[in-house]
């Protein structure tokens, strides 16, 4: 990659996210909730992103410790079955 990653959309938004979630007031299921209301293909772009952020979560060359080793479990279990049955995500 020619672009050093902390120049990126992407990285702003990753931190932007990091921030706003590092509040005990956030709360998952009201985002969740507000997905249905998101375009379709958009739906579908957030989809993605999610499937990545699981692949980044079961890397088991990532660091992980107790505070973050069930999410890690899981999500190496959902790669599982990903990888099993998964297909890929078109963006339309």
């Known amino acids: 990659m020619d672009k050093d990653i902390r120049e990126s959309k992407e990285y702003r938004l990753a931190k932007d996210w990091e921030m706003t979630v590092n509040n ?31 692949k980044v979560m079961a890397d ?8 973050n080793r069930a999410s890690h479990e899981e999500a190496k279990c959902i790669m599982e079955y990903l990888n099993a049955h998964g297909r890929h995500i078109p963006f339309r």
């Open 24 to 54: 005990y007031g956030f709360n998952p299921k009201w985002f969740a909730a507000a997905i249905p209301t998101m375009h379709p293909t958009l739906q579908q772009s957030l989809y993605r992103l999610v499937k990545e952020c699981i």
């Open 60 to 67: 088991e060359t990532r660091h992980y410790d107790d505070r």
